[in-house]
């Protein structure tokens, strides 16, 4: 399964300790929902557990007549789009007034009457998340939206998400296919929206995938730096070794060399590999690497008189 299906699965574990939760995740996944209106709730999700969850709340807050079908798989999907109908219409307008809305309303907006009360806001937005939410798999991106059918309502919830005071979120949106898109693009801002509504395993994931991959980037960085600077002192070396080879064929610059030039110019010879600071190691002085670089410059200078 992907790791929206799960981080949906691990949402759908969680029991609301009072009836004020249940009804505001109920809430928020029909006020998300395909249709919700006062004579249609229809209810779509490729998640069984998504569609088993909103189930056992309607039933145990509202004891309605629930139909269920299972249609054919959704695209670039393994799992098949389940629908969850009310077929009363009496139920449909007994829910819909419940939550403060009646016929007149169309283009459906945040009653935050619903959420007034604590732990609400965590409760809707953790519905908001299972009727209309998705998150990318960490190992891919970092990706985390909701689709919305509205744009009223688009607005309605990134503006909620804003004033979550336990999370630092800065939603953006757009608009897509018909839809209006909020979503977050942060690695920081998913994992703390996640645990926010409940999905500890799943915000845990996401850190714990980020910090391997730093360390794998700063390990590639590494040996990328590292081999840049093999291939950067190989070169050198074998410039210096073809100015040395020279120089020697020719005896009376060679002989009027000094003894730590001519002492350099043979631990190059010797030592083709060896940085410059390994070099002044192996000197009768123990000169440092920046003198080594002054010794071979002075050798090279002389590459014009050959």
């Not at 949906?8 to 029991?15: A, G, N, Q, S, Y």
Request: net charge positive; hydrophobic share 35%; aromatic share 8%.
């Amino acid at each position: 399964m992907s790791f929206s299906y799960d981080t949906k699965k691990e949402l759908t574990e969680i029991v609301p300790e009072i009836n004020s939760l249940f009804l505001a995740q109920c809430y928020g996944m029909l006020l998300f929902a395909k249709k919700f209106t006062y004579n249609e709730l229809v209810f779509t999700t490729e998640n069984k557990y998504v569609c088993d969850n909103l189930s056992n709340l309607l039933t145990i807050l509202y004891t309605p007549m629930i139909e269920k079908t299972s249609g054919l798989r959704v695209r670039n999907s393994k799992n098949p789009l389940i629908t969850v109908k009310l077929p009363n219409e009496d139920d449909c307008n007994r829910i819909f007034e419940s939550f403060g809305y009646s016929k007149k309303d169309v283009s459906l907006r945040l009653n935050r009457a619903n959420i007034s009360e604590e732990g609400q806001i965590s409760a809707f937005l953790r519905g908001a998340f299972l009727s209309c939410g998705s998150v990318t798999n960490p190992e891919k991106g970092y990706h985390l939206e909701f689709k919305v059918p509205f744009r009223n309502l688009a607005n309605d919830l990134l503006t909620l998400l804003c004033e979550i005071e336990e999370c630092n979120l800065t939603p953006k949106s757009v608009t897509r296919q018909g839809y209006f898109i909020v979503y977050f693009k942060d690695s920081e801002q998913i994992a703390d929206f996640l645990a926010y509504i409940g999905a500890y395993s799943s915000s845990m994931n996401i850190i714990n995938t980020k910090i391997t991959k730093q360390v794998k980037n700063n390990a590639v960085r590494k040996v990328n730096s590292e081999i840049h600077n093999i291939n950067k002192t190989a070169e050198a070396s074998a410039k210096q070794i073809n100015a040395i080879k020279k120089i020697m064929k020719c005896d009376n610059i060679y002989n009027s060399l000094s003894p730590e030039l001519k002492e350099i110019a043979q631990l190059r010879l010797d030592n083709p590999e060896l940085s410059l600071r390994a070099l002044g190691e192996l000197t009768s002085d123990k000169v440092s690497r920046s003198g080594v670089n002054h010794r071979l410059k002075k050798l090279m200078s002389y590459i014009d008189e050959v």
